[in-house]
């Protein structure tokens, strides 16, 4: 360590400077890798999770308007619109198949894989019934 107090000082402040820059740049380094990594998993995200949210919440909501659907065409005292209701409980299961295709690719962990195999059966069953 004599050797670094024999030195004048404009030669360590300068080796004093370039050790910091290094340092810098190993930490701005490392911080850039790192904001691509979250950068990753933040579009990992989006489109695996927030998606499937969105197409089951799509899905629930046709559902609901199915059901509303049937209700007024059960108890429709109009024979005239029965058709209509018809064609739009048609066009409502269609599209919640739809959102439940797009939900299920969208399924990477075992935890919703075992609740959509769980509501499929009881959707097609439920299918049937109308």
């Keep these: 360590m004599k050797w670094f107090y024999n030195m004048k000082i404009s030669v360590k402040l300068i080796v004093s400077f370039l050790l910091m820059a290094a340092i ?3 930490v701005g380094i490392v911080g850039l890798i790192n904001i691509n990594r979250i950068n990753d998993a933040d579009t990992l ?11 089951s919440a799509n899905a629930g909501r046709y ?3 199915m059901k509303y659907n049937i209700a007024e065409c ?5 024979e005239s619109q029965i058709d209509s209701y018809v064609s739009n409980i048609s ?3 269609n599209t919640i ?3 439940l295709e797009k939900y299920e690719e969208g399924i990477i962990q075992e935890e ?3 609740m959509y ?3 499929l059966p009881l959707w097609q069953q439920y299918r049937t019934y109308m």
């Design 97 to 99: 198949d739809e959102h």
């Design 24 to 26: 810098a740049c190993i």
């Design 91 to 93: 066009s409502f299961i």
């Design 112 to 114: 919703d894989r075992k």
């Design 74 to 78: 059960l108890l429709l005292r109009d």
């Design 63 to 65: 559902y609901q308007r």
């Design 45 to 55: 995200l989006f489109e695996e999770n927030t998606m499937g949210i969105n197409y």
């Design 117 to 119: 195999n769980e509501l």
